[in-house]
């Protein structure tokens, strides 16, 4: 008696587990992320944004998205949709920060790659990335290998097989012999590679802040202040730049070649 209340102890603790996990992994592939907003009103203001887009209204269009956005939705291609809508409208600034920030969200999309590359041929800067070092471009290509809702399904996916194949077990000592329990293990390495890679992704573990320059031109001085004396260089609208530090109203940037100033927060927007 003792034995078979523990197995239901185990068995509903288990179940218990195993429905939350499922409810959360569910949850997270049908919602967008950070949403706070009403769906319904969010995805009419999508679609009719598309539909104003195609009807060429690109100020309408755009005001429609923005709405979406400010709901608290966010996706990849409705940062797609901001890029494309800016990229008409004549603002090149802000249609590659949006094109960036899609492409968090859908690195490989072919379509976003070729219009960001247009975008970025409009800006005045020609900066020369400094070749990355194998490893980061490894690591890289493995955390965004994978769109964000299948990673999610592998997750689940194998967290459901491995704590099914516990709960069978529990039930019926020495179900399946040795194979199921080989199953469970590399059920659980599954669930555990791919729900690091989601959480990295997620989270940003490990990624520098970004930002893309939104003014026509900006100074670059040597030190956060408004000193003539401490001119480096200039910047213009479009550059892409990793944020290394913050001091009051000004941030230190690196550019994806390599140099180094300060500029006044507010002439950029981080992606």
């Not at 975008?119 to 900066?127: G, P, Q, W």
């Not at 669930?191 to 992704?201: D, E, M, Q």
């Not at 001091?247 to 140099?259: A, H, P, T, Y």
Request: proline share 4%; hydrophobic share 50%.
């Amino acid at each position: 008696m003792i034995c078979l209340r523990r197995r239901r102890e185990v068995l509903g603790l288990a179940l218990a587990v195993l429905g939350t996990s499922l409810g959360l992994c569910l949850s997270a592939l049908a919602q967008p992320v950070d949403a706070s907003g009403d769906p319904g009103a969010a995805e009419a203001a999508y679609h009719e944004g598309n539909r104003l887009y195609q009807e060429s209204d690109f100020e309408a269009a755009l005001a429609s998205y923005l709405q979406v956005e400010s709901a608290g939705f966010d996706s990849g291609a409705l940062h797609h949709n901001l890029g494309n809508t800016y990229f008409k409208l004549g603002d090149v600034g802000r249609s590659i920060l949006h094109y960036e920030r899609a492409r968090r969200w859908m690195p490989g999309d072919e379509n976003l790659l070729a219009n960001l590359e247009i975008a970025r041929s409009l800006t005045v800067d020609e900066v020369t990335p400094i070749p990355e070092f194998w490893l980061f471009r490894a690591i890289r290509w493995w955390i965004h290998l994978l769109p964000r809702g299948l990673l999610i399904g592998l997750v689940a996916l194998g967290y459901l097989l491995a704590m099914g194949i516990v709960v069978a077990r529990v039930l019926r000592p020495g179900l399946g012999g040795t194979w199921a329990l080989r199953a469970a293990v590399i059920a659980a390495i599954v669930a555990l590679t791919f729900g690091v890679n989601l959480a990295v992704r997620d989270l940003g573990i490990g990624v520098p802040a970004e930002g893309v320059v939104l003014a026509g031109e900006v100074s670059v001085h040597s030190a956060p202040a408004d000193d003539p004396a401490l001119l480096l260089f200039a910047i213009h609208e479009g550059t892409h730049v990793r944020i290394d530090r913050r001091s009051d109203d000004w941030v230190e940037i690196v550019l994806d070649d390599g140099k180094v100033g300060w500029v006044p927060a507010d002439v950029l927007e981080e992606i």
